[in-house]
């Protein structure tokens, strides 16, 4: 029998210990695919990695291909610029096969628009009215200038990215990313004054013209999204969400694309098009704009995972790196001009794209502060979403 003095003590709740902390969230693989790295280290994830290849494929392959399509629609006498709009957004139903599929074979335990706030639907919507006139921008320029001189001239839209991300998303400048965009500045001043003659078979030079500053629109307009981009895809939590957002995106764009096209008689046109005016026959018209539906889907797609994955401005660059191949596919495909104006602008452009490379490797081996801080961001938003 224990005494009085022998019993053990009653701790007092000072003195007590406090209570474990809890477990971190178990299904966090689940929706971190956006993580590159988490605070304490810079090593991507596996996930991570195969998402931001997978992204600039699509970027890869859907720019080449659309810049090509859509030049080979007018070529063959495609004449319709809503046409040649409308094509650029109506392939959003085929978002629908990454949103459900994951979900109908148990791949993911995610639910398709969870967490899709009517913020998020708004501001989607907003940008879908943006894209509507990039898109319409793009069409001009395309349907007056070659592939090659309209690809190098959309590599302005650098310029306008650095300094809209500086002010909508505090980008850092810095000597690899501003000499990144003063050469690719100068790749496009020296195109527009020495190649102005360079005008496909009856285009004015007044038509030239029109195509040059509607382009060059189109890229300020893009420049804008990129960086808006990046900061609404702050309140987002996994890549899921940024394919919902395009397809939300994709439809508003499609809708005013739609209406446009219908008070403007672009349908009546199109069935002319394909019966009677393009040069290769109605089968040969219906796939070339199938074509443009899938590419151009792939593009924007690749684009958008691209901004989410890295920074508005990474994209930027990317996207201009695949310019050079633009321009040398519009000269094997089309026979395009390659004078020595366009040589050099390419030259200058594939410069500027290996100093910002060589700018973000100097940048990791410092330790990626910027990239750190974003991680640590992106743990605390999975953090406050579960």
């Given at each position: 029998m224990m005494t009085p003095s022998s019993?053990?003590?009653?701790?007092?709740?000072?003195?007590?210990?406090?209570?474990?902390?809890?477990?971190?969230?178990?299904?966090?693989?689940?929706?971190?695919?956006?993580?590159?790295?988490?605070?304490?280290?810079?090593?991507?994830?596996?996930?991570?990695?195969?998402?931001?290849?997978?992204?600039?494929?699509?970027?890869?392959?859907?720019?080449?291909?659309s810049?090509?399509?859509?030049?080979?629609?007018?070529?063959?006498?495609?004449?319709?610029?809503?046409?040649?709009?409308?094509?650029?957004?109506?392939?959003?139903?085929?978002?629908?096969i990454p949103i459900v599929l994951p979900y109908m074979f148990e791949l993911s335990p995610r639910k398709p628009f969870k967490k899709f706030t009517k913020r998020l639907i708004l501001l989607s919507m907003i940008i879908g009215v943006l894209f509507f006139l990039n898109n319409f921008l793009i069409s001009w320029g395309t349907s007056y200038l070659p592939v090659s001189?309209?690809?190098l001239l959309l590599s302005s839209q650098l310029v306008f990215t650095l300094i809209l991300s500086c002010l909508i998303v505090k980008q850092k400048i810095t000597f690899n990313n501003l000499n990144c965009v003063i050469l690719?500045?100068?790749?496009?001043?020296?195109?527009?004054?020495?190649?102005?003659?360079?005008?496909?078979?009856g285009v004015t030079k007044r038509m030239y013209f029109i195509g040059y500053f509607c382009t060059i629109g189109a890229g300020l307009l893009f420049s804008l999204y990129l960086p808006l981009m990046e900061k609404i895809y702050r309140e987002v939590y996994c890549y899921e969400m940024v394919v919902e957002m395009q397809f939300v995106m994709?439809?508003?764009t499609t809708v005013i694309a739609t209406i446009a096209m219908a008070a403007a008689g672009g349908f009546k046109e199109m069935k002319r098009e394909s019966m009677v005016e393009y040069d290769l026959g109605h089968n040969m018209y219906w796939l070339t704009v199938m074509g443009n539906i899938i590419s151009w889907q792939v593009c924007f797609m690749g684009t958008a995972g691209m901004v989410f994955l890295t920074t508005s401005l990474t994209g930027g660059v990317c996207m201009t790196a695949l310019l050079a191949l633009n321009v040398i596919g519009g000269v094997l495909v089309y026979g395009d001009n390659f004078s020595g104006p366009k040589a050099v602008s390419t030259v200058i452009c594939a410069w500027g794209f290996c100093s910002y490379?060589?700018?973000?490797y100097v940048n990791r081996e410092k330790g990626g502060t910027d990239e750190k801080n974003r991680a640590k961001e992106m743990t605390q938003i999975l953090i406050d979403e579960h």
């Open positions: 019993q053990p003590k009653k701790m007092s709740p000072v003195h007590q210990a406090p209570p474990p902390p809890p477990p971190p969230p178990t299904n966090t693989d689940e929706i971190m695919p956006i993580i590159s790295s988490s605070p304490s280290s810079q090593k991507p994830t596996k996930r991570y990695m195969v998402l931001l290849v997978l992204n600039y494929m699509l970027l890869f392959v859907g720019s080449l291909a810049s090509l399509l859509a030049k080979f629609y007018f070529i063959h006498n495609g004449s319709s610029r809503w046409v040649s709009t409308w094509v650029q957004c109506a392939g959003f139903p085929i978002l629908i001189t309209s690809s690719l500045t100068i790749s496009s001043v020296l195109l527009a004054l020495i190649s102005s003659h360079d005008h496909p078979e994709e439809f508003t490379v060589y700018g973000l």
